[in-house]
């Protein structure tokens, strides 16, 4: 197992890559979409939050990845010492058909192929995504977690309509007609994952790429009146067996697992590494479940990280773990210290249960 750190669109520079070196990392998983262009509600310092109005304005539609963008920001992270294991979340303005089977869908499936044949080329070995037309919406943020720290949780769903011109939390179309995106089924929503499955996968492959799925987060079964995917451990399971492939992978991430109403996070953390099909995992603590949960700090939550440590290890999971979020804490730089205590509890705990490159 290897120790890394997320780091958003802003974030990516050298002050934050020597800040991940110097807390033991070795890898990174970065971000590419700005989730804080034009937002007043979502502001950048901490995890992308947000009120009903989302995080903002989606990127560029004609603006794909190109390898020189992507091989650049490799060297710059290699050139500090670390490798670049995975680049997470697609821009909704690159794919809002694919998840809403809009009129640009079959323009923007191949827009995805692209992304992905650029991050092979790259020698980017995963890319991340979340297929989820809501996204991570209904959160709040409030002082949840040890001793008054922020820190961000759920009180209750939120189903109020998505607007025309938002998908996945974010606004790809100011312009939009008045009005609310209509709720799709379950069943469609399944078989927009599976069109999408079935043009990547082998993309993917021909790449390099493993994609790596995100659970929904939070996981209920609805989000602003839109079904989820993965709101129960056992759907993940469905979301493999609906596209054999080693490219068709998990970004698992065990709070979001440990927020879910059904399952026991050690059995589901056993399955699904004993299966191998684990790309790389956000590894945080959560108090509670949905609809009703908060974020912790990462040895204060429902979950035994090392137990959860010990199991991946058991099962030969030689990814990389990173910390995904963790509460604000009371200084100068509160996500900084807020990391490094995440980091510095994974990276004692790894060298507890014996991981030779902890
Ligand atoms: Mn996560």
Not at 75 to 100: C, M, S
Not at 311 to 339: E, T, Y
Request: aromatic share 8%.
């Amino acid at each position: 197992m290897k120790l890394g750190l997320g780091l958003y669109r802003h974030q990516l520079n050298a002050e934050h890559y020597r800040f991940a070196k110097q807390c033991g990392c070795t890898h990174l998983v970065i971000h590419l979409v700005d989730y804080f262009r034009s937002s007043r509600s979502n502001q950048p310092g901490d995890q992308p939050v947000g009120d009903d109005t989302g995080w903002g304005l989606a990127g560029d539609p004609n603006q794909l990845w190109t390898y020189e963008e992507l091989a650049a920001i490799k060297k710059e992270i290699n050139a500090a010492g670390l490798e670049l294991e995975a680049i997470e979340n697609f821009d909704p303005a690159h794919w809002h058909d694919v998840l809403l089977d809009g009129p640009k869908k079959l323009q923007q499936l191949e827009n995805l192929k692209t992304i992905i044949r650029n991050v092979g080329q790259a020698g980017i070995p995963v890319f991340g995504y979340n297929f989820s037309i809501a996204g991570v919406a209904g959160r709040i943020k409030g002082r949840f977690a040890r001793g008054g720290a922020e820190a961000v949780g759920m009180d209750g769903p939120l189903d109020k309509p998505l607007p025309n011109g938002m998908v996945w939390n974010m606004v790809y179309d100011r312009n939009a007609a008045p009005g609310v995106v209509p709720s799709a089924t379950p069943e469609q929503l399944w078989q927009r994952l599976k069109v999408f499955l079935d043009a990547l996968v082998p993309v993917a492959e021909a790449a390099g790429v493993t994609l790596a799925a995100h659970p929904d987060d939070p996981p209920l079964p609805t989000v602003r009146a839109q079904p989820r995917l993965v709101y129960q451990p056992q759907l993940f399971q469905k979301l493999i067996d609906l596209k054999p492939s080693p490219r068709n992978a998990l970004e698992f991430c065990v709070g979001t697992l440990a927020e879910m109403s059904e399952g026991d996070i050690y059995d589901v953390v056993d399955t699904y590494s004993q299966q191998g099909k684990l790309a790389y995992v956000h590894l945080r603590n959560v108090r509670g479940k949905v609809p009703s949960y908060k974020e912790t700090f990462i040895d204060d939550g429902d979950v035994d990280v090392l137990r959860v440590m010990r199991i991946l290890k058991r099962n030969n999971f030689n990814g990389v773990l990173i910390p995904d979020h963790a509460p604000q804490m009371s200084c100068a730089a509160p996500w900084h210290a807020g990391m490094a205590y995440a980091l510095g509890y994974l990276r004692a705990g790894l060298k507890t249960i014996g991981n030779e490159q902890g």
